[in-house]
């Protein structure tokens, strides 16, 4: 490298460096805290610097490498060879991901906190697949999905503590509900174009849980349902002492009572409907209906003048995709045994959308490394929330510009005429 | 009727922040055609600038007017930082990428951006001393006497003057023409040798000082601020922009004013735990039976 560009990146690292200080002296040096009345300053130099000269010492860096282009082309070889591998070998990974997905509860290391673990990411498997539908097939950016979820689950608490029926027979209709509900939004709206239809979906999403929030009395307002019944065992309950001539499942079975037991069956049930969604794709996306939805994502004006009805078509993927989002919404409420509006904010949506899309929209392996990464890893930093939420946040910026298609981009329609060319 | 007056009258200066909020969106939508998410996160940044700068001078013993000019440029400057460097970490690298990539980028870049305050300033609400206080009361003989408060008349006049100056900017001066034809036409333009990423920077650096001064108004209003501010306000003032016709700038303004008359005359005659559905139906009625909004430029899609 010659003289002259190393004077040039130095400039430019100091311009940086200039422009962190605007960015980060404000807000990062002056935390304003309250004492007493009123609010004070209490100065944080410290880190201002730190930050700064890290923003200088990284831009330099960059610069002087120009590490940018051949990082770039290591990171983007290395994810295409990765996604390569994992779609020649999908079926097996499949199949051992499901092994031991089924064996987990009994290996010897797992305890009751990976088991919640577990159940959390498994529930979001289950959301990111059944959002994939919208987004990933369809093509619909939908950040207003939480409200399905939280139709689902409310839709399941109030008729199972109403009328005391089981859990099988909620299940259904709380995904009828929220489908419904995914009727009645899409409707009208599906006629919107991408980035406006994504902004509408929020706005549902917020008047969804407005509306869970003020309406007391159906929904109890903040203070959420409680008492909401737990899954039995086709019929025997997971109690230590069964009511009168009620027979439990630890009796049943002659085991020794333990609270495991309710949290394994839990971790199957999921497990098992997460499957369900994932098989429901996988089959649809081959009959004419999971076409037109690949197709419309395409092109959208090729497939009105090809007779496609752009309208019905999408109709049936928000409805199904609520479907789904309706059953994961009830399953959350049987394992939480209380739901309140908090639990569906608006991040939850996002948090759901980041899935499906670093995973690679229309990728159902992007899926299930994306939630594991993102709810598995980032769990065990618990205690770091908010630095977690800015590096959700950076990631799914990063993934944009880096590889826009997400991780495991898989948006190859699943037919081509005249076989694939490649 | 003093009651509808006074709605009117809080309407028109909520109207105004979430115009000049608006604009930022209707300027980016009208250059580079996507909905920058984090812009009601800069705002929300806007709002924190000028409260810090708030306490700080008040410190000092400064007067009133000077305090306010101050702290509007500092909050101008500051905030404008910000919208550039989202451009060009987030949005810059995804043009020519597919439709919703911007988007996505730009909803990380808006949760960053909250996490990233809420870490800086903590979690808790901002509260701060009224600045400007007393007004003017009118219908004193009446039931109920109208208030028109020093401040709401600072407000819409800070709007206006602002108003006034953008406008001259964007059809009088080369800045506004150069903008005006990467609207039209970002190749063709780039062919003529203006340079368009920097005309695109402009526009990034006008909507964020814009709305930090909405941020500012918004801090002498309420008086309280938190890091959750900007989402709201975002989504209202993107309304706005809908409303108006996204890509007009006085259709900004326009449907900046309806909003806040309708948020407010909601709160006032029907139900103030609903005020935030009114503006959401407001949004989804407004884009299924006027997409291009009052003011707005049909759009034709090219195969």
Not at chain 1, 263 to 279: C, D, K
Not at chain 2, 63 to 77: D, E, N, T, W, Y
Not at chain 2, 250 to 255: C, N
Request: contains cysteine.
């Amino acid at each position: 490298m010659e003289k002259k560009d190393i004077i040039q990146s130095f400039k430019d690292s100091l311009f940086t460096g200039f422009i962190a200080l605007a960015l980060f002296g404000p807000i990062v040096g002056l935390r304003t805290a309250s004492k007493g009345e009123g609010l004070f300053i209490t100065p944080q130099w410290g880190v201002v610097f730190l930050l700064v000269g890290l923003c200088i010492l990284g831009r330099f860096l960059i610069n002087l490498n120009s590490a940018r282009t051949t990082e770039f082309t290591i990171f983007s070889k290395l994810a295409s060879k990765f996604s390569a591998i994992t779609e020649d070998k999908a079926k097996h990974f499949a199949i051992t991901a499901i092994l031991f997905a089924v064996v987990f509860p009994f290996l010897p290391f797992t305890d009751r906190y990976f088991m919640d673990v577990a159940i959390m990411i498994l529930t979001y498997i289950m959301l990111g697949w059944g959002l994939n539908i919208v987004v990933g097939l369809a093509g619909l950016l939908d950040l207003g999905y939480v409200a399905f979820y939280a139709v689902g689950a409310y839709s399941y608490a109030l008729i199972a503590t109403t009328f005391g029926w089981s859990f099988w027979i909620c299940l259904p209709l709380a995904g009828l509900f929220a489908a419904f509900f995914g009727i009645l939004l899409g409707f009208p709206v599906l006629r919107l174009r991408g980035d406006y239809l994504a902004i509408v979906t929020l706005g549902f999403g917020e008047i969804i849980r407005i509306i869970l929030i003020n309406w007391y009395e159906v929904t109890n307002g903040p203070d959420g349902i409680t008492g909401i019944p737990r899954p039995s065992f086709f019929g025997l309950p997971f109690k230590r002492s069964p009511d009168e001539g009620e027979t439990s499942f630890h009796l049943f079975f002659n085991l020794e009572y333990s609270t495991m037991h309710r949290i394994i069956f839990l971790y199957y049930l999921i497990l098992v409907l997460a499957l369900i969604t994932n098989y429901f794709t996988l089959k649809i996306r081959k009959l004419p209906v999971g076409r037109a939805w690949e197709a419309l994502r395409e092109d959208e004006i090729a497939c009105k003048s090809l007779g496609v009805n752009p309208t019905n078509t999408k109709l049936t993927a928000f409805a199904i995709g609520a479907m789904f989002g309706g059953f994961a919404g009830s399953f959350f409420a049987t394992r939480q045994a209380f739901i309140s509006p908090e639990s569906f904010t608006f991040i939850e949506s996002a948090i759901i959308v980041a899935i499906v899309v670093l995973g690679g929209m229309g990728s159902q392996t992007g899926v299930v490394l994306a939630s594991i990464f993102l709810i598995g890893i980032t769990e065990m930093f618990r205690d770091l929330e908010q630095y977690r939420m800015i590096a959700f946040g950076g990631a799914m910026v990063l993934i944009m510009v880096f590889k826009p298609k997400g991780i495991l981009a898989n948006r190859k329609p699943t037919i081509l005429m005249h076989g694939d060319k490649k | 009727m003093e009651y509808f007056i006074q709605q009117l009258v809080n309407g028109i200066t909520l109207g105004s922040i979430y115009g000049l909020i608006a604009i930022g969106y209707t300027m980016v939508y009208g250059i580079i055609g996507m909905i920058n998410f984090a812009h009601g996160d800069i705002f929300m940044i806007g709002a924190f600038v000028a409260l810090i700068s708030f306490i700080i001078f008040g410190l000092t013993g400064v007067a009133l007017p000077i305090i306010l000019l101050l702290v509007l440029l500092i909050a101008m400057l500051f905030t404008a930082c910000y919208g550039w460097t989202v451009e060009k970490l987030a949005y810059k690298p995804l043009r020519g990428s597919f439709r919703l990539a911007p988007l996505i980028s730009a909803l990380g870049m808006s949760i960053v951006l909250q996490n990233y305050v809420q870490v800086a300033q903590g979690a808790r609400v901002k509260p701060m001393q009224p600045l400007i206080s007393g007004g003017l009361e009118f219908f004193k003989n009446s039931e109920f006497i109208v208030t028109v408060s020093y401040l709401q008349i600072f407000i819409v006049i800070l709007t206006i003057i602002l108003m006034g100056i953008f406008t001259y900017l964007i059809t009088k001066t080369d800045l506004g023409r150069a903008q005006r034809a990467c609207e039209q036409d970002r190749t063709m333009t780039a062919l003529l040798g203006i340079n368009v990423d920097r005309t695109i920077s402009i526009t990034f650096i006008i909507g964020s000082s814009l709305a930090s001064v909405a941020g500012m108004m918004f801090v002498l209003y309420y008086g309280v601020i938190d890091f959750y501010i900007g989402f709201l306000a975002g989504i209202k003032a993107f309304t706005a922009a809908v409303l108006g016709g996204i890509g007009s700038l006085p259709g900004a303004m326009l449907g900046g004013l309806l909003i806040g008359l309708i948020e407010t005359m909601w709160s006032g005659y029907v139900s103030i735990e609903y005020k935030d559905v009114a503006a959401f139906s407001v949004l989804i009625i407004v884009l299924i039976f006027f997409p291009t909004g009052f003011l707005g430029k049909p759009d034709i899609e090219k195969v």
